[in-house]
């Protein structure tokens, strides 16, 4: 059954630092999301990603944060300066078309320290 | 007012019972309703999904969405020591919406031998 995958499964960093996540998609989806969920949190939406740009963003991605389908197959999100309150587990989402579901990958724990 | 709420528990049954989880939401444009189960620091796995008002049937699962009184519901029946996580429900909104989910704060669900 297709999964959506991410890389790293861990990232520590210091503050100040650049992050990189990245996931992979299922393939043949469309929609692209990243959400996070800080420990003990709700799953928080961050950024949706269609037709090469992004369609819809969430306070909290501001100009620290950015997205980028560099390829066919990748959808990365990068944290330009961390801070100790990006600590958090981050998940990748994609879904086929307008009425489907979001299939989501196992997440990317980022700690910041 | 938050947008979905959940009852976080957390909740003990004995293998066997038949669970009930709620949830209930405040913005009428939900129209899509989906329930995650989430093992701990794994990313949430989709049970069901639903649109509009009705009921959805998989299995030991049941959905039922009430969108006149806004509320969300998943029956376990049978419940085996296996349910036992964390389950999310999330809704979004049709129309102009890219499928931004809304999640609620999920509900810990034990089911002992």
């Known amino acids: 059954e297709p999964e959506v995958t991410q890389t790293p499964s861990h990232q520590v960093t210091q503050m100040g630092q650049e992050v990189i996540l990245r996931c992979v998609p299922i393939?043949?989806?469309?929609?692209f999301y990243w959400y996070r969920q800080i420990l003990g949190q709700k799953v928080e939406f961050l950024v949706s990603?269609?037709?090469?740009?992004?369609?819809?963003k969430s306070e909290i991605f501001d100009d620290q944060f950015s997205v980028e389908r560099p390829d066919g197959s990748n959808f990365t999100l990068k944290i330009r300066s961390t801070k100790l309150e990006d600590s958090a587990m981050y998940f990748c989402?994609?879904?086929?078309?307008?009425?489907?579901?979001?299939?989501f990958g196992p997440g990317t724990r980022l700690l910041v320290l | 007012q938050k947008e979905v709420e959940q009852d976080p528990g957390p909740l003990s049954v004995p293998e066997g019972a038949i669970v009930s989880l709620n949830c209930t939401y405040s913005?009428?444009?939900?129209?899509?309703f989906m329930w995650y189960r989430q093992y701990s620091r794994k990313g949430p796995e989709l049970l069901m999904y639903?649109?509009?008002?009705g009921n959805k049937e998989d299995g030991r699962f049941t959905a039922q969405v009430d969108k006149s009184s806004k509320y969300i519901s998943l029956f376990i029946r049978d419940s085996q020591p296996s349910d036992s996580a964390t389950y999310l429900c999330?809704?979004?909104?049709?129309?102009?919406?890219?499928?931004?989910?809304?999640f609620g704060q999920g509900t810990i669900l034990t089911v002992h031998p």
């Open positions: 999330a809704s979004y909104a049709g129309g102009t919406s890219y499928g931004k989910l809304t």
């Open positions: 639903t649109y509009s008002s």
């Open positions: 393939s043949n989806h469309l929609y």
């Open positions: 989402a994609s879904r086929g078309g307008w009425a489907e579901t979001q299939y």
């Open positions: 913005n009428s444009a939900f129209q899509y």
């Open positions: 990603f269609y037709n090469n740009e992004i369609s819809e």
